[in-house]
């Protein structure tokens, strides 16, 4: 069966451009999240969507943006590239419903802005 | 504020040496604490899912405790694989599900031969 799969896996951006990463989650995953993490830093969150909904947003500023398509697929956007804003862009699909669910990632990501 | 803290940020073992990583939070009604493993250039790969004190889980050379304010990831023996970041994260307060993560910093080991 196919995992979370990512794309592009490796990007080279300059200050100012614009930036989309893709993700197809699991078949039957309907919730997925991103995460962002910097080199030698745990992931933080920066969304989560559910049924083509936003269930919830970590503290990024307003050039972060995503959504989730009808096949539960999703983008990530982030406008205005910082250098700050090279990292590991990471995808995660689960199940969602009441108690903890496990989150599945993808191989992510990684976006460089020079 | 929920956090949660993982120490040492770098371990380095010798084949066969055993050792243990600490992940300690503050969290809000704990929901599960969850331990992942990151080899580099790769996503976290799912271990263990804990959900109250006095749990333990095992695989392989691994074995996860819960207490009330920390667990622990017991490695046993290990050996050159078992090198790769670890990572311990708990739900949000407030979540329904584990879409929403604060991870710790990961703790980084190495296994020498």
């Known amino acids: 069966d196919a995992g979370v799969t990512q794309s592009p896996t490796h990007l080279i951006k300059t200050r100012g451009q614009q930036v989309t990463l893709r993700c197809s989650p699991i078949?039957?995953?309907?919730?997925v999240s991103w995460y962002q993490q910097v080199l030698g830093q745990g992931p933080q969150f920066i969304f989560q969507?559910?049924?083509?909904?936003?269930?919830g947003r970590g503290n990024f500023p307003d050039r972060f943006s995503a959504r989730q398509f009808p096949n539960y697929s999703s983008e990530l956007n982030v406008n205005a590239l910082l250098l700050g804003d090279s990292a590991l862009y990471l995808c995660?699909?689960?199940?969602?419903?009441?108690?903890?669910?496990?989150?599945?990632f993808g191989a992510g990501s990684r976006l460089t802005v020079l | 504020e929920d956090q949660v803290t993982q120490s040492p940020e770098a371990l380095r073992l010798q084949e066969g040496e055993s050792s243990s990583l600490n992940c300690s939070y503050t969290v809000s009604g704990l929901r599960g604490l969850f331990w992942y493993r990151q080899d580099p250039g790769k996503g976290p790969e799912f271990l263990f899912t804990l959900y109250s004190a006095g749990e333990e889980k095992e695989k392989e050379r691994l074995k996860a405790t819960l207490t009330k304010k920390e667990s622990f990831l017991h490695i046993t023996a290990p050996k050159p694989e078992d090198s790769a970041t670890y990572l311990c994260a708990v739900p949000t307060w407030g979540s329904s599900n584990t879409g929403k993560l604060i991870f710790g910093q990961g703790t980084t080991l190495q296994v020498k031969p």
């Open positions: 969507y559910y049924e083509k909904e936003e269930r």
């Open positions: 995660a699909s689960s199940f969602t419903g009441p108690g903890a669910n496990v989150l599945t």
């Open positions: 078949s039957g995953h309907k919730s």
